[in-house]
């Protein structure tokens, strides 16, 4: 009863050791290695959801498939590839040392000549001397020879490339040792804490500071990867590590402080670097060093390195103009505003929060989009790689925020600060979309004669306010009719009508006046009556326009195509007010940038541990692989010569020297 | 004593007045392109200079057919360079460089005759001609010329178009496809020769080929031949040493799997007579994928050493890392099959082929379902 569990034991010592085990694991790993490049990874949960329902989220959860490489099984498979490994270096061991020193001298006669490889020849000359010819010979081949005297002649035992057994050594070796670098520098200590119940993942939106201690680490944690975004100006003393769906936060042993960061640019537009001016403080607030670090450029200060990874804006503040699109009036009022903050616009309907999210003081876009000689072979044949830049433009600062109603429905919102020219004509583009997988739809505004939206405001006021509307009727009645015609019962229906499309267009626009046609209007005159309606819109919206300018003592509109244009144009983008989704909009007027640098703070102390053991795997590698393992043994006796030769891998080159050593034998018996 | 029969000479004994003038050349070029540009490079660029001066004089001694391809290269780019007079416009003017060696030009010819030495390893291989084999092989040295060419004007060409944007022509996909083209084109060649076969050429110019087409597509379509500034990534040192070793593993991955598949046809009775015997096509699969193993693994170790540097963490699990992961321990798993008794044969050739899936999809796949840190060239 006792071999049982021994016998177990050494099957799973051999299954271990035993090289069709090697060849399972290392495909299973590789294809395990697939599952977390097909997953995103460290996705927000709430993508996760999104995309598989409530259901698989939490079977792909239990799976551990958001964090694969840190995944309990994953961490088996790769425990199996060490503990085999390190099975098979024991195990072999013995055999390949002893290998590497022996010269197998014992080998019987029978044996030799039972080898594939041997070959026999006569020969006339003493033991002796052909021995001593032969050793010259295969040392000079690089061969190391032992000769032995036997008592009817000699053996010579000789062997090359013994460094391949020692190449398996620090190959298999090395695996051992990167995996426990790797080890080293995983978070196995924040784990087994996790289990313990000494450490929680955080997962509150709070100031860092009101993190409590359970989820911070200390500064004297021996590894960790985390970020942090510092404002220029401020400083640091803390790093961020994400974990699962939280954080946890990493006590810095010093503070960093940005002083300033800088991003330069190709002449295309295209970034060229990233700079930030650092300085390190200690927890007293004394200096202690100033550093640049750019991206391939890392700062590495007590064991730590500080590396560029990203940017963003750190909060610049911005001056903007607020219009409220539903007033009946032109007026405007001054919003100030400030990346990642709030501010909160009170309404008749309700309370609004805005939400500063972003800022970007260039905006690199694509205004050409196609190759335009892609369809000509002999211009790119003879072709120049020169890229021509001409479709990309810098467009200028824009600002991101969001509008978020008393019911927590929130709309993002892309302003730009510069116009833009679209088929020729110039507008103010303000992008609005619902969820931020969805790209902007642009809202477009058109410029007066200024190069403003004054003008597009005062006539959206004027068309949105009821009082106005008998007097713009009257006007555009007056208009449309000859003289004669003043005053008869076709000026009161044409007043009316504008009085009525007016209404309707405030009310809803383009898709109101549909509406109301669909609804009163036989479906065979609708296209005339649509026409109509339009042309009634466009001449009134441009008295409209005179009203508005009188009442703001500005002087009358030309009655030219580009008023024509800014009249045509208001209308389209108010009736897009309507699906627009905010009460208001904001104008950028001037902004006081400040930039934040992200960095990333590493502290990985089996660095050098895995660099260690590449460098050993290499060195195996390619021992193993380039130094070829033979040996050769020469039995000499009166009379004749044999010649044997092994390796553990026939190859051609295996071959060929035999049959060099063959020839070179019958040469030297001659 | 006629005792010397086969006895190898010292490597310096053996070596012709050619390979020293050879080594001169290489010493003197990069000396003084050292003098001449040293300002611009950093330290680590200058050490990468100096180390290439034994490293490309020993793989001359090495492997014979380099040195003229290496001379011929130089005095073609050096003569390409002169054309320009520093003037980028001359690209359409001067005849030279409009037909035939700007770096576009070049290019477009490497890949025209890539195209003919695959017809002509099809024709010899078919026809039994070793004449036309022999053709195969002149156009695929003539092309790898030529894609060489390419790529050194194309390096001067970036820098004409601003100091600032000059990089070394290996930083996104259509380059590295012309790379990975002459790569793989050289390993052949080589192997060719040293196993006297050249009827294996009409399988593994068949990938080449396959890479010919990707880069035409890629710029007819994408006009990925423009030259674009690096990203601050990808300015680093590290890109000159990283990428060409990767590529040495790739290449040379494709190159057995291609192997392979003559080794499954020759197999089954397909074009037996006409390829070498299946020992031979064997070993020449395991030199290509030892040497691509080899390579690939410094490649990777380099990758993770650079990745510490930009990225602040030596390994991420990134796509492309993990791939690179994974086409490794595929051919880890190759080499200990070979190990194992009774698996050998059409097992190991099936699953070179195999290998070849798995290496494109770490090479190009990557760039195009998966997203990552890699984000260069993506399609
Ligand atoms: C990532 C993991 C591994 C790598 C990269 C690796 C690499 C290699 C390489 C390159 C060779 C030389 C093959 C040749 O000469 O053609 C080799 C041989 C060998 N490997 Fe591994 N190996 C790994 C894991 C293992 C494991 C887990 C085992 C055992 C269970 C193992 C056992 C062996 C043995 C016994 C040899 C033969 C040595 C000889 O006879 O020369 N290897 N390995």
Redesign the interface.
């Known amino acids: 009863m006792n071999t049982a569990p021994h016998s177990f034991g050494k099957a799973l010592f051999e299954l271990m050791s035993s090289?069709?085990f090697?060849?399972s694991l290392?495909?299973i790993?590789?294809v395990a290695?697939?599952v977390?490049?097909?997953l995103?990874?460290a996705e927000p949960y709430n993508n996760y959801i999104i995309q598989f329902g409530p259901f698989w989220f939490q079977v792909f959860e239990k799976l551990g498939l958001y964090d694969?490489?840190h995944a309990s099984w994953f961490l088996l498979i790769l425990t199996f590839l060490v503990v085999s490994t390190s099975v098979c270096i024991w195990r072999n061991a013995p055999n390949f040392a002893r290998e590497m020193k022996s010269f197998r001298e014992h080998v019987s006669e029978q044996s030799l000549a039972a080898f594939k490889h041997q070959h026999e020849a006569v020969t006339t000359q003493a033991p002796e001397v052909l021995a001593a010819?032969a050793q010259?010979?295969l040392e000079?081949?690089g061969y190391k020879v032992k000769s032995l005297p036997r008592e009817d002649g000699v053996l010579l035992a000789a062997k090359a490339g013994s460094w391949n057994r020692l190449g398996y050594f620090l190959a298999h070796s090395a695996i051992v040792m990167i995996c426990i670098g790797?080890l080293m520098?995983g978070n196995l200590v924040f784990k087994a804490q996790q289990l313990l119940g000494t450490k929680k993942i955080e997962t509150r939106d709070i100031p860092q500071s009101q993190v409590p201690a359970i989820s911070r680490l200390t500064p004297s944690n021996p590894s960790f990867?985390g970020s942090v975004q510092i404002p220029e100006g401020s400083s640091a003393s803390v790093a961020f590590l994400n974990v699962a769906d939280g954080y946890l936060v990493q006590d810095l042993p010093f503070v960093v402080g940005l002083k300033d960061f800088r991003i330069e640019h190709?002449?295309?537009g295209?970034?060229?670097?990233?700079e930030s001016d650092v300085e390190l403080f200690d927890h007293a607030g004394k200096k202690i060093r100033e550093a640049t670090i750019?991206?391939?450029?890392?700062l590495i200060h007590d064991g730590i390195?500080i590396?560029q990874?990203s940017f963003a804006d750190g909060g610049t503040r911005l001056t903007l103009r607020g219009w409220n699109l539903f007033a009946p009036t032109a007026a405007s009022f001054p919003v100030e505003g400030t990346v990642h903050q709030n501010a909160t616009l009170t309404s008749a309907a309700g309370d609004y929060t805005l939400e500063f999210v972003d800022f970007r003081p260039f905006n690199i876009e694509n205004m050409g989009g196609e190759?335009a000689d892609?369809g000509d072979?002999m211009s790119?044949?003879?072709?120049?790689?020169?890229?021509d830049n001409k479709h990309l433009r810098n467009v200028g600062p824009s600002f991101q925020y969001k509008v978020r109603d008393a019911r927590g429905q929130a709309r993002e919102f892309s302003n730009y600060m510069l116009p833009l020219e679209l088929d020729g004509r110039w507008y103010l583009m303000s992008g609005v979309r619902e969820s931020p997988n969805e790209a902007f739809r642009y809202l477009r505004m058109p410029l007066d004669a200024d190069g403003d939206i004054d003008t597009f405001m005062r006539l959206r006021g004027a068309l949105l306010n009821a009082e106005l509307r008998p007097e713009i009727a009257a006007r555009f009645a007056r208009q449309a009719l000859p003289q004669n015609a003043w005053g008869t019962e076709i000026e009161d229906k044409l007043k009316f009508s504008a009085t009525q499309v007016l209404a309707l267009f405030a009310e809803g626009g383009f898709q109101a006046l549909g509406g109301f046609i669909e609804t009163k209007v036989p479906e065979a005159e609708r296209e005339k009556a649509a026409s109509t309606y339009l042309r009634i819109l466009e001449l009134a919206a441009f008295e409209a326009l005179q009203v508005a300018n009188r009442q703001a003592h500005l002087p009358a509109p030309k009655a030219d195509d580009t008023t024509g244009w800014l009249v045509r144009d208001t209308l389209n983008s108010m009736s897009d007010l309507f699906v627009y989704g905010a009460p208001i909009y904001l104008q950028l007027m001037s902004y006081d940038e400040v930039k934040a640098s992200g960095l990333?703070?590493?502290r990985?102390p089996g660095?050098n541990v895995?660099?260690f053991g590449?460098l050993l795997?290499?060195l195996g590698?390619?021992f193993m692989?380039?130094v070829r393992e033979r040996r050769v043994w020469l039995r000499i006796k009166p009379g004749n010569a044999l010649l044997a030769m092994s390796s553990a891998k026939h190859?051609?080159d295996f071959e060929k020297e035999f049959t060099?050593h063959a020839?070179?034998l019958d040469?030297?018996t001659q | 004593?006629?005792?010397a029969?086969?006895?190898?000479a010292p490597l310096l004994k053996r070596l012709s007045w050619f390979d020293w003038l050879f080594a001169v050349v290489v010493a003197a070029g990069s000396l003084f392109a050292l003098s001449r540009f040293g300002e611009y490079m950093d330290i680590y660029e200058k050490a990468i200079l100096l180390a290439a001066i034994p490293s490309l004089a020993v793989f001359g001694w090495f492997w014979k057919p380099f040195r003229p391809l290496f001379l011929a290269v130089g005095a073609i780019s050096l003569f390409a360079i002169s054309q320009y007079q520093g003037n980028?416009a001359r690209?359409?003017e001067a005849f030279f460089l409009?037909?035939l060696i700007?770096?576009?030009?070049a290019i477009?010819w490497m890949c025209a005759l890539f195209g003919l030495a695959t017809i002509a390893y099809w024709g010899g291989l078919l026809g039994r001609s070793g004449f036309v084999l022999k053709t195969g092989t002149s156009l695929t040295w003539s092309a790898v010329a030529l894609g060489f060419v390419g790529l050194m004007v194309?390096w001067y060409?970036s820098y004409l178009?601003?100091t600032?944007?000059g990089h070394i022509p290996v930083s996104n996909l259509y380059e590295v496809f012309v790379l990975f083209c002459l790569i793989t084109a050289m390993m052949y060649l080589y192997y060719e020769a040293r196993y006297q076969t050249r009827q294996l050429g009409a399988f593994v110019l068949l990938v080449i080929s396959a890479a010919v087409g990707f880069i035409l597509w890629y710029?007819?379509?994408?006009?990925a031949?423009?030259?674009?500034?690096l990203?601050?990534?990808l300015?680093?040192w590290?890109m000159k040493l990283h990428v060409p070793a990767n590529f040495i593993g790739y290449g040379s991955f494709s190159l057995s799997a291609m192997l392979g598949v003559g080794y499954l046809l020759a197999q089954r009775g397909i074009l037996a007579s006409r390829l070498p015997k299946l020992?031979?096509i064997d070993?020449m699969m395991?030199k290509a994928i030892?040497?691509g193993?080899?390579f690939f693994?410094?490649a990777t170790?380099l990758g993770?050493?650079w990745a510490?540097?930009?990225?602040?963490?030596?390994?991420s699990?990134d796509?492309k890392e993990?791939?690179a992961?994974?086409v490794w321990?595929?051919y880890?798993?190759w080499?200990?099959?070979r190990?194992?008794k009774g698996l050998r044969g059409a097992m190991l050739a099936w699953w070179a082929v195999v290998g070849l899936f798995v290496t494109t999809f770490a090479f190009l796949g990557?760039n195009m379902f998966?997203?990552g840190l890699h984000s260069y060239g993506e399609l």
């Open positions: 090289m069709r090697a060849i290392l495909s790993l590789a290695s697939i977390g490049t097909v995103k990874q694969v490489y010819k010259a010979y000079g081949q790797g520098d990867r190709y002449s295309t295209q970034p060229k670097s990233f750019a991206v391939n450029h890392p390195a590396y990874a190759i892609s072979a790119v044949l003879g072709g120049s790689p020169v890229s990333q703070l590493t990985s660095k895995v660099y590449s795997l290499t590698v390619f692989l380039y190859t051609i060099q020839q070179a040469s030297l | 004593m006629e005792l029969l086969n006895q190898p980028l690209m359409e409009k037909y700007s770096s576009q030009a477009m194309r060409e178009i601003g600032d944007v710029t007819f379509d994408r006009g031949h423009e030259i674009q500034p990203v601050p990534a300015k680093s590290w020992e031979v070993d395991y030892a040497i193993f080899a693994t410094i170790i993770a050493m510490a540097e930009a990225w602040g963490g030596y390994w699990w796509p993990t791939w992961l994974i321990l595929n880890a798993a080499l200990h099959i190990l194992v990557v998966l997203s």
